[in-house]
């Protein structure tokens, strides 16, 4: 199953870019000189983002350094083991919104703690596969167009993060436990 | 953004402040900036490549075919798009690549998507309706197969790390689906 997968997902750009090219060779359209074209936009945009990368990298890094979460974990304790949540999960609650990368670290964390096959890591698993990091998207994709007023997109993007993480803890449960 | 941006900051302060780790915190601080240019730089190739071979269909029209089959399920999201093509089909390829799992790809397609949105947007700095949508779904991450975390899971050993896809997928979409009620219920009450 896996197998498949894996060389299905290997498989796909190729597969995208031969259409691409080849409905280009039967429309006879310059296909070498529309590609630089394009890409030379990929310059613009990223560096029109810069600033607003700093802004939420520096966040996310200095709010993690902080250990703001272990005194949040130390507050939620009784709840999260009335509700069978394993604590570790809890870093990962927080970190899914802000930054990828640090996401990916702490599922990392969690399976070197706690191991490949327990509670923890399925759960941190599920969590870490469902959902996007908001803050992020959020800061790239509006900064690069210079909107400055978000109004309601970041407060529904955190209300479906906090919908999709009761659902993780719920599905989990039944499928886990 | 102004107060979420403000209130991180100070609470990470307070709470360095609290752990004694100011020292640790000074020196993300200054590092992470240094980051976040790297982070731009290494977008710029993938970036010119997927906008490069886009731009290829562009020009081929197979976009237009694209965008004309995708249409009418995307209008019932975004009613406001009736006019605006361009942005359709890279909300629907931004939407694909990331259902694909292939997030370097998808970030193009959005902020392209994001620019064409833009252009017949009345108020620059103020986002409109469509983009608040595209946004909250963005977010919510909707994924077929989650190939990195079973990547990092089979690294890891685990007995079969594919009994994570089905409650991975019925977490995504409850995700995905309450992020569109959301952002339609909020849009009334935000000017």
């Known amino acids: ?177 | 953004m102004n107060y979420i941006f403000i209130f991180l900051i100070l609470i990470s302060f307070i709470c360095a402040t609290i752990n004694n780790r100011m020292d640790i915190v000074v020196d993300e601080m200054l590092k992470s900036s240094q980051r976040a240019v790297e982070i731009s730089f290494a977008l710029i190739g993938i970036m010119g490549f997927w906008l490069g071979i886009i731009n290829i269909a562009k020009k081929s029209g197979l976009i237009d075919i694209f965008s004309k089959c995708i249409k009418k399920p995307l209008l019932y999201i975004f009613p406001d798009l009736k006019e605006n093509n361009d942005a359709l089909s890279n909300i629907a390829l931004n939407i694909s690549a990331n259902a694909l799992g292939l997030t370097n790809a998808a970030t193009p397609f959005g902020i392209k998507a994001m620019e064409n949105m833009q252009k017949e947007n009345k108020n620059k700095q103020r986002a409109t309706n469509s983009m608040c949508t595209f946004l909250a779904i963005n977010t919510a991450g909707f994924q077929i197969v989650p190939a990195v975390v079973i990547a990092i899971l089979s690294a890891a050993k685990m007995d079969n790390p594919s009994q994570i896809i089905i409650p991975t997928l019925i977490v995504t979409s409850i995700a995905f689906l309450s992020a569109l009620f959301f952002v339609k219920i909020l849009e009334r009450h935000f000017k």
Not at chain 1, 81 to 99: A, G, K, Q, W
Not at chain 1, 149 to 156: E, G, I, Q, T
């Open chain 1, 1 to 177: 199953m896996i197998k498949i997968l894996n060389t299905l997902s290997v498989y796909i750009l190729p597969f995208i870019i031969t259409i691409i090219l080849c409905y280009s060779l039967y429309k006879k359209t310059p296909a070498y000189e529309s590609f630089t074209e394009g890409a030379k936009e990929g310059f613009n945009i990223a560096i029109k983002i810069i600033p607003y990368l700093i802004a939420i990298i520096v966040c996310t890094a200095i709010f993690r350094a902080s250990g703001a979460i272990n005194i949040l974990q130390n507050m939620l304790k009784p709840i999260l083991d009335y509700f069978n949540i394993p604590i570790e999960t809890t870093i990962l609650m927080v970190t899914r919104s802000l930054s990828g990368s640090a996401t990916l670290g702490v599922l990392s964390d969690i399976i070197n703690q706690t191991g490949a096959n327990s509670y923890a890591t399925k759960l941190a698993a599920v969590i870490t596969g469902s959902s996007e990091t908001t803050f992020y998207v959020a800061s790239v994709y509006f900064g690069a167009v210079g909107i400055k007023k978000f109004r309601h997109a970041l407060l529904a993007g955190i209300l479906a993060d906090i919908v999709g993480i009761i659902a993780a803890i719920w599905i989990c449960s039944i499928f886990f436990l």
